[in-house]
């Protein structure tokens, strides 16, 4: 099983060998170490973990590591699959639209400050709010796992690589690659 922690630098586009424009992210692997492996009969599971930039992270699965080895971008290779997981962007207390996509009130007959506005939220029983009730509040900052994804780079001398289509984050944060 092949696993990397990078940090995402930004999107780009690439062409192919017939021309044909491709959308890109590049990731920067530098080398990751393995601070702890994990074994069954002590911990209960089965992982490794590994830092990279004073960030650690925790691999589940069967890994041939031992404590102190170092991953490099080198693991991969172009043709590869793998799922990235990151946290995507925050985008701070949001209305009903934009959270959950309601469409809002008529623009028309008397509507003069709630074009944007939820509608009713209960009924006359059981007299209160239900649970899971979709309303405005807080909207981003959750774990967000995009999969199949595939390397279309590798640059092993620049600690760099390429994965077809969008990760998941702003620029600068910590992502998990693993190989599927």
Known sequence: MKA???EKIEMSQVFDEAGAVHP???LRALPNTVTAVRVPEKDGYEAIQVEMGGKKREF????EK???DTITVA???EGDIVSISGTNKG???QGVVKRHGFHGGPRTHGQKHSEREPGSIGAVWPQRVLKGMRMAGRMGGDR?????LKVAKVLSNENLFAVEGAVPGRRGSIVEIRAV
């Open 24 to 26: 890109v992210t590049f």
């Open 144 to 148: 967000v796992t995009v999969q199949n």
């Open 91 to 93: 985008k701070g207390f």
């Open 75 to 77: 693991v991969f290779q």
């Open 60 to 63: 589940r699965g069967c890994f």
């Open 66 to 68: 031992n404590k102190g």
């Open 4 to 6: 990397l922690l990078a």
